[in-house]
Structure formats: structure tokens, C-alpha cells
């Protein structure tokens, strides 16, 4: 008796929180397409961003282009007191710079990764992972005026002197070595680039190396492989898009970096040899925009930060591309 | 309970900022980064004098005649003066701010900070690469008592844009004819040859880096940083050392008479003990102002500068304008300046 009363009750009760629910689900609703407009809204306000950022350079940039033409980018004058913008030597110093930094940072970055995923002892690879990680957050600036007072120097003492006695005898990379070298130039900022940007190259590669299955390698060991065998023929066929990857992530730092490249590459607006000073995209903006009196020089300020955006944007596309393959493939395994 | 001492002086800080603002005027300037270290201690002991707030932007030149047309400021600054025509057609009023300078510096070992003499013709043949070492005998026949190293001479300058380097490119102009021809001036210029270094710190930091260097920095820069300064030959054919006397007497007898608005590059001045290439900071202001009120207080500042600034100007190695000049750009703002 007492039972049927209560599911009689509670029957009740439910179509009571039936309507509620109804009305509460109404309202759930229409809160949740709300929220659902406004963190839309925030992820379009980063398209927006980037759009509106490409389009205020490309429109800052195109009195540039157009009075400039193709020289703009193929001929090595920059001139601003006679308003003549052909940048060739910052594009060429960007690139080479970058050019160096990776590929002095891509193998040094194997090693660390290798060691620290294949060879280290269990205690070490956590401090030494951390220890990584605080490499990438020093600012700059730091680098910058480490590069300055304790690397230039060094190598303008010690090593140039000897590098452009010796390496500018070599066959067709003579000519690269020539120059005076005293220390400052498109070589140092390489270097310089090159310790910045490690760390980056070296946390990607060390994480990608930890996601190969285990029985993979151990097998390859089973059949009797040196560690040497295993790293070139297991983990990096296994791992090779996301590689290159991280190694272009670096590319795309080096590309951009402004601070450092600054302080030791001579800011010498010219074509020169790896010893001399040179300027890169970044650190011409850096220097001249403060003071860039004619329009046609803002222009041509603007236009080169919309090359250097391109540029590293492709690059930054393509280093997620080449990540992502690695994730299906590993999904498919 | 310190955490908690900390908080109440932030929170008395804050309201004192916020009580403050509400109170006194405040004048807001932007532009050169030459003057912003005498600016921040102007507007600074102003305020201890007056109660009165002046805000200086240091965004380059360039920003700051920018700002000054678009009326966004009080005041605008730039190292280079504006032609009248220009003035004209943006109704600008123009008048000097403080004299600085910019003096040569060379990094050779065994020679003392004044000792070396070199000659404005000289100064463009090294920084055009025609004289390249330091046993040029261009150089040892200006200085016979003095032993040159057979060292190559390296050169280095200002890479960002600057009104140190405008002024030292000026210099140059007047002086050499090649220079004039195949550089040119400006903030920026085409350099022959050499090292950059991105501003005057940079500048420092190089010359002090490199054997047989030779750069040029703001006069501050050079007896802060003890740097071996060079002495320059002057228009008159004097050798005169980088002094306070001898930057003000470069403003003296520059002949702000005959310069309409106080367009006038002091680079290269008459007098037998002026220093050649000094320089003078220019203040921009709108003729009619949007807010009169925030331009009037601009004309206390700088009357009080004038007046109560030169020792702090001095201090932070800048020189004070001569009296008479002061007089002329107090005359000028009677017969210009009417708000």
C-alpha cells in the first residue's frame, strides 16, 4: 500500500521536474550557444589578428614594391637618404644566418635528444630535460649580450683569424671566409642563433623519440643492433616527418629572432662574407623604424616585415604538417 | 606582516598617482630619445617645483613630428629641425630644446682621450675608406708628436637611426664634398664601409671591443663611458677639445639671427673656440593648439627649463642654451605662440 503510494508520489514528482527539466534544458540551451558565440569569437579574434596583421604590412609595404619593383628583393642597395630601398643584403642575412644556426643546432640537437631518450641514465634525463627547458626560456636579449662581450672576442681572437687564414684557401667556399675578422658578423649571429634555438629542436626531437613503440626497438636490439643501428634505421626512419618539423620550428625562430641577431652581427646594410658584418630582415626594422623619416622608407620597412611574415609562416605551416603526419602514422601502427 | 606594509604603500602610492592626476595639469610630449633623459629629470624636478605632471614619450623623431601633426601631443621633439615651408603648411611653431653633441672616439692603445687631432676632411676620407690605416701619413702630419700603429682603422657607426648620426652626417656633408655627393645625410645613410652598432651604448660597447676602432657617440657617452675622445678641427682651423664651453659657444655664435624658426643645423659653427659638430634638440608645437590649456602649461615647462634645468641638463651631460638664445626663443613664442 504504502509502496504504491510513493511511486504514485513520485510519478507525481517526475512530471513536476519533467516541465522543470524542459524549461531548464531551454535554458541550459540557449547559455550554451552563448558561451558557444563567444569562445568563438575569441578563436576568430586570432584570425583576425593575423589576418589584419598581414594586411596592414602587405598595404604598409606595396608604395615600397611598387616603386622598388623586383629590385626590392634581387638587387643589394639600401640608401635611405636617397630614398633607394633594395634590400637583397637583409633578405640574404636572414637567411643565411638561419641557414647556419640550423644546421650547426639540428645535429647538436640529435645528440641531446638520443642521449637523453636512448643513453642516459634514468636519474640524469629529467634534470637534463629540465635543464633544456630553461635554456629556451632565457630572453634574448641575454644571448644577445652574451654573444657581445664573451663570444665575439673569443672568436675574433682566436678562432676568425685563423678561419679566414685557412678556410678562405678551401674550393668554393673560399671566397665565404674572406673579410676582416674581428669578431662581428653574419657568422657570430649564426652561432649565437644557433645555441638559441637548440633547446626548441632538442625538446621536439627528445619527444617524438619517446613516442617509438618499445618492442620495435627491442627487437632491432634482440637481432643483435649497436645503439647507433637502432637510432638510424629504427627511431628516425619512425620518427623523420616530425623531425623535420621541429628542426623547421627552430628554422622558424631563427628567422625572427631580432634582439640577439643585433647585438653581433655588425648591422652593415651590404652583401658581405660570412666574417663580415651583415643585417638581417629583423634587426634592419629593429634599427630603423624609430627614426624612419620618409614615407617611402616606413614602406620599405613594412614591406620587408611582410616578407619575413611570409616566409616564416610557410615555414611554421610546414613544420605542424610534417608533426601531424606523425601522430596519423603513429595511429596507424 | 612586511607583505602587509608593502600592500598599504602600493595602495597609498596608487591613490597619491590617482589624486595627483586629478589635480595638477599634465603636458604630454613625444619624439627624440636624444632628449629623454633630461626630459624624465625636467619633468621630475617639475613636478617637485610645480605639482605639475609633463609626460615624455621617447619614440624616435620621426614618431614624434608625427604626433605633433596629428595633435596628439602637446609637444612634439625631433633631432633634426623642420624647413619653414613645412612649418607653414602644418602651422608649426619651432624653437631649440638643449645642446648636445656628438664627438669622435677611437680605441688605440697608448693614446690618451684628447691627444689625437684629427680634421674634418680626415674624419669623411675614414669613414669613406680612402685613409685606412692609423700610420696614414695624412694622420701623423696633424700629429707629429704623437706614435701611429700600423693598425687597419675600423670603422664603426650608429646602425639605428638617429639624430647623432644626422648631425655627425651633416657635419661630414659640410666638410667633404665627396661625402655630400655619394652618402648623403640622414637618420639612416648608406654607409661606405664599416661596423653598426645599434645606438650609443652599442656604439661604446664596439669601440671598446675592437683594436684601432673609431666611432662616434653623444658627448655623455664619451666621458661616461671613458672612451678616448678625439679633438677636432673647427671652421675657424682651431683643434678644440669636446667641452661644455666649447658646445656652448658652437650655439653662441651660430647665427640664430637670420634663422627663421630656429631652422639652423649648428654643425661646423664660426668661432674660433666652438666645438664642430654640435648639435641642438628642436621642440615642435601647434600653432593652435586643440587643447590651449595643455599648450600654455608646455611653455611654463619650458620657461622653467630655461631657467631651473641647466644644472640637470649639465649633469647628464647635455649643455644649456646661451642667454641670448634663450632670450630670442622667449620673443619668438610672445610673437608666435598667442593662446
Known sequence: ?333 | MIVKAGIHSLLLALASLLASGVQAASVSGAGASFVYPAMTKWSADYQKATANRVNYQSIGSGGGIAQVKAGTVDFGSSDAPLPPDELAKFQLAQFPSVIGGVVPVVNLAGIESGKLKLTGRLLAAIYLGHVANWNDPAISEINPGLSLPNQPIRVIYRSDGSGTTFNFVNYLSKVSPEWKQSVGEGTTVRWPGGFGGKGNEGVAAYVKQVAGSIGYVELSYATSNQLTAVAMQNAAGVFVQPTDASFQSAASSANWKDAKDFYLIITNAPAADAWPIAATNFILMPLAPKKSEGAKEALNFFRWVYKDGDAAASKLGYVPLPDALVAQIEAYWASRLKH
Do not use: C
Not at chain 1, 246 to 269: D, Q, S, Y
Open chain 1, 1 to 333: 500500500m504504502s509502496e504504491t503510494r510513493e511511486t504514485l508520489l513520485s510519478a507525481d514528482a517526475l512530471n513536476l521536474t519533467d516541465t522543470l527539466l524542459e524549461r531548464r534544458a531551454g535554458r541550459d540551451h540557449r547559455i550554451d550557444a552563448l558561451f558557444r558565440m563567444m569562445v568563438a569569437a575569441a578563436a576568430a579574434m586570432v584570425l583576425l589578428l593575423l589576418l589584419g596583421a598581414v594586411l596592414v604590412m602587405w598595404q604598409g609595404g606595396l608604395a615600397a614594391f611598387g616603386a622598388q619593383g623586383w629590385d626590392f628583393i634581387s638587387k643589394d642597395f639600401w640608401d635611405p637618404a636617397n630614398e633607394v630601398f633594395h634590400g637583397l643584403a637583409p633578405i640574404f642575412g636572414t637567411l643565411v644566418t638561419a641557414a647556419i644556426a640550423v644546421l650547426i643546432a639540428a645535429p647538436l640537437s640529435l645528440g641531446v635528444a638520443v642521449f637523453l631518450t636512448e643513453l642516459a641514465p634514468s636519474w640524469l634525463r629529467r634534470p637534463l630535460a629540465i635543464a633544456i627547458e630553461l635554456l629556451a626560456g632565457i630572453p634574448s636579449i641575454i644571448y644577445g649580450m652574451w654573444g657581445l662581450f664573451v663570444l665575439v672576442p673569443l672568436l675574433g681572437e682566436h678562432v676568425y683569424p685563423w678561419l679566414g687564414e685557412n678556410a678562405s684557401r678551401l674550393p668554393l667556399i673560399g671566397s665565404w671566409f674572406a673579410g676582416v675578422p674581428i669578431g662581428i658578423g653574419l657568422l657570430t649571429a649564426g652561432l649565437v642563433l644557433a645555441i638559441m634555438i637548440l633547446p626548441f629542436i632538442a625538446s621536439v626531437m627528445r619527444e617524438v623519440f619517446l613516442t617509438v613503440p618499445a618492442p620495435l626497438k627491442e627487437s632491432a636490439y634482440a637481432l643483435g643492433s649497436t645503439t647507433w643501428e637502432v637510432v638510424w634505421d629504427i627511431v628516425l626512419p619512425y620518427t623523420r616527418s616530425a623531425v623535420v618539423g621541429g628542426i623547421l620550428l627552430g628554422l622558424g625562430r631563427a628567422l625572427g629572432e631580432t634582439m640577439a641577431v643585433t647585438f653581433v652581427i655588425g648591422n652593415a646594410n651590404r652583401l658581405g662574407a660570412l666574417l663580415e658584418p651583415g643585417t638581417s630582415i629583423s634587426a634592419t626594422i629593429a634599427n630603423e623604424f624609430a627614426e624612419a623619416f620618409a614615407d617611402s622608407h616606413r614602406s620599405a620597412l613594412l614591406g620587408l616585415g611582410f616578407l619575413l611574415f611570409v616566409v616564416s609562416f610557410v615555414v611554421l605551416g610546414l613544420a605542424r604538417v610534417l608533426r601531424a603526419r606523425l601522430n596519423r602514422q603513429g595511429g596507424q601502427r
